[in-house]
């Protein structure tokens, strides 16, 4: 069980590109977008193995000629799949990439209230019920704003471990009392 925070907490750090990157990483459900990309291009490439059929079915070994049409299907589905990983990844690298870094330190005000976040002269505050979901890794603590947008608090803004695990157990209480 970890030790309960003290409010009001103060918290600083200076926000990297793996902090980033962390976050971007995390696994997530495909979109509609991503859903309808894959099954766009499995289309089309189905459409094109149907076409070349008799040409590509020359490939299929004989001992499954029988059974080339499904062949031909699983391998419009896997190349399908490989594509949109690609995509897919080259997109998370891409949005890690174009990310702007904050210049100075970070600083986080957490009270009952909900964080003030500073960064050199900008100050926004955040209310516990904005906050829609508290994701906590071994080295974050992810308050998530929106599906795409998420205040990145890394392990080095805290103490230890556990003073981690405590702010992630506080930041989820409160977010989840300010909803009801």
Same mark, same amino acid.
């Given at each position: 069980?970890t030790?309960?925070?003290?409010?009001?907490?103060?918290?600083?750090?200076r926000?990297?590109?793996?902090d980033?990157?962390?976050? @971007?990483?995390?696994? *997530?459900?495909?979109?509609?977008? &991503? !859903?309808?990309? +894959?099954?766009?291009?499995?289309?089309v490439?189905?459409?094109?193995?149907?076409?070349?059929?008799d040409?590509?079915?020359a490939l299929?070994p004989q001992?499954l000629?029988d059974y080339?049409?499904?062949?031909l299907?699983?391998?419009?589905?896997?190349?399908?799949?490989?594509m949109?990983?690609?995509?897919?990844?080259?997109?998370t690298?891409?949005?890690i990439?174009?990310?702007?870094?904050?210049?100075d330190?970070?600083g986080i005000?957490?009270? @009952?209230?909900?964080? *003030?976040?500073?960064?050199?002269? &900008? !100050?926004r505050? +955040?209310?516990?019920?904005?906050i829609?979901?508290v994701?906590?890794?071994?080295?974050?603590?992810?308050?998530?704003?929106?599906?795409?947008?998420?205040?990145?608090?890394?392990?080095?803004?805290?103490?230890?471990?556990?003073?981690?695990?405590?702010?992630?157990?506080l930041?989820?209480?409160?977010?989840?009392?300010?909803?009801?």
């Open positions: 069980m030790e309960a925070i003290e409010l009001p907490l103060k918290l600083s750090f926000l990297t590109r793996a980033i990157a962390a976050y @971007e990483n995390l696994p *997530r459900e495909f979109s509609r977008g &991503s !859903v309808l990309a +894959f099954f766009a291009v499995f289309f490439l189905g459409a094109a193995l149907g076409a070349f059929e040409e590509l079915g299929v001992s000629a080339r049409h499904i062949v299907v699983v391998a419009a589905a896997v190349i399908a799949y490989a949109i990983t690609l995509v897919l990844t080259l997109r690298n891409w949005r990439a174009r990310a702007k870094l904050p210049s330190e970070t005000d957490v009270s @009952e209230a909900g964080l *003030r976040v500073t960064n050199g002269a &900008s !100050v505050d +955040f209310g516990w019920a904005l829609a979901k994701i906590e890794t071994a080295d974050h603590v992810f308050l998530c704003l929106t599906p795409r947008t998420a205040l990145i608090v890394p392990l080095r803004a805290f103490a230890s471990r556990d003073d981690k695990t405590a702010f992630a157990d930041s989820e209480r409160l977010s989840r009392g300010a909803e009801a």
